[in-house]
């Protein structure tokens, strides 16, 4: 989760470096079996490396019910600002902002777009390792050019 004290600060053109602790916080909901040991459990979780380790976390223990109701969706939210000044020093911000019902249905649809991205790369022999800068926006669409740019444009 998104610590808004560091979003409207970013938001109001703060150029400091923050951490990933004072970023972001994590909550995790967890369904333990009968009798396990939540302390043990919410410990490992919060030393977890390259995952919480890094974060400030929030363990729930929630009924299985609970988790199918409120947490199956496994909702996602996200920020991503970049402020910065043009060659004359002019500032500007600009922000993207995100919030999914199911980050893995998200994730699963970015990765057919750049399926179908990189079989239009093919048709064209255009080979070779790419990054996700190297591809055309266009190609990440199920539609073509031309109806792009009518619709978008």
Do not use: W
């Amino acid at each position: 989760m998104p610590i808004e004290s560091v979003i409207n600060e970013v938001r109001n053109g703060s150029a400091k470096e923050y951490t990933t602790r004072q970023k972001h916080k994590r909550v995790c909901y967890v369904v333990a079996e009968e009798g396990e040991d939540k302390d043990r459990i919410a410990k490992e979780i919060r030393e977890m490396p390259y995952y919480f380790s890094d974060y400030d976390v929030e363990v729930h223990f929630i009924s299985s019910a609970e988790m199918e109701r409120d947490h199956s969706g496994m909702a996602h939210v996200g920020h991503v600002f970049r402020n910065g000044e043009t060659d004359s020093n002019e500032k500007y911000s600009m922000e993207f902002a995100m919030r999914f019902d199911s980050n893995p249905s998200f994730t699963a649809s970015i990765m057919a777009a750049f399926a179908r991205a990189a079989f239009r790369l093919y048709k064209e022999k255009n080979f070779g390792a790419k990054t996700a800068l190297d591809i055309p926006l266009s190609y990440l669409s199920k539609k073509d050019r031309k109806e792009l740019i009518k619709e978008m444009l």
